[in-house]
């Protein structure tokens, strides 16, 4: 039976308590979600605490569950203090790439813990790249590393034509936070998942590629 770890639990209940608040207090949620306004205002706490916010029970739940599937992963190879620290820097470097990406959109403005848990995926794939994964649309179990990889490449077309009210930049910053602390704290992949780690690689290099030369 998978059994939930302290640290998952206390990720679990943070989202839960900040964002039940955010429900009941429209003053708290619009200071605290991330706003290229209120960060360059001088509000950096922004970064994180829009992370921990939600615009409604389905965007919670979403997160949480995603959370729960992978966390383990991630703990059971590391530790949960290491597994905390992937969580909240990945939450971070979503952050900071939509401020990179957005910096010129003043009102422009996210949250949920999205980019987080996308780090804690990318890094559960890169530690156990043999997972199969489903959905309800695919009846068949595809590759962990597959799905991973075509979820950043839909981000990076999300990020382009504006698809939907998604923050698709900060999914795609945290994936980069959680593929290269995996890597920092387990730089061993390097040898004993090469093809994976240069795999993985591919639709953050391609980001960087298109920003360069202007496509995004």
Known sequence: MYQLQLATIAIIAANVIVTLRGFNDSTFFERYKFSIGGINAGQK????????????????????????FFANVVINWFSPTKFLIIYMASLAAGSLLAMFFHRNEPFYSAVGASGAVTGILYSAILLQPDMRLGFFFIPIPLPAYVLGIGYLLYSIYGMKS???????????GGAIGGYLLTLAFKPSLLVTETLMVFLLAIPIVLLFILERVGKI
């Not at 706490?45 to 729960?68: A, C």
Request: net charge neutral; charged share 10%.
């Open 162 to 172: 504006r698809v939907g009210n998604i923050g698709h930049t900060a999914h795609f």
């Open 45 to 68: 706490e922004r970064i994180v605490t829009s992370g921990f916010l939600h615009v409604d029970f389905q965007h919670l739940l979403f997160n949480m569950i995603t959370l729960y």
